[in-house]
């Protein structure tokens, strides 16, 4: 029961934060060095973020354009606007 308690806490504040950013233009950084740049229009309690119109980069470089691009949560390191 207290494991499930720590779950709930762990997972509110980055429902509550991604939910600010619906339909916003955001930049996720991956745990392998990658920036996408999109609009986020869906997310899970898993941080597991559905972008629209995203632009992907390897450092400065534009890699790759997708219209929709869905992303694990365990592969995101950090989210900014």
Do not use: F
Request: charged content about 30%.
């Amino acid at each position: 029961m207290h494991a499930g308690s720590m779950e709930e806490t762990a997972e509110k504040p980055a429902a509550m934060d991604l939910g600010k950013l619906l339909n916003a233009r955001v930049v996720a950084y991956t745990r392998d060095g990658r920036r996408l740049q999109g609009t986020l229009t869906q997310y899970d309690d898993y941080m597991n973020l559905l972008l629209e119109d995203v632009e992907e980069y390897a450092g400065d470089k534009l890699v790759d354009k997708y219209k929709i691009l869905i992303v694990k949560g365990g592969n995101i390191q950090a989210i900014s606007v």
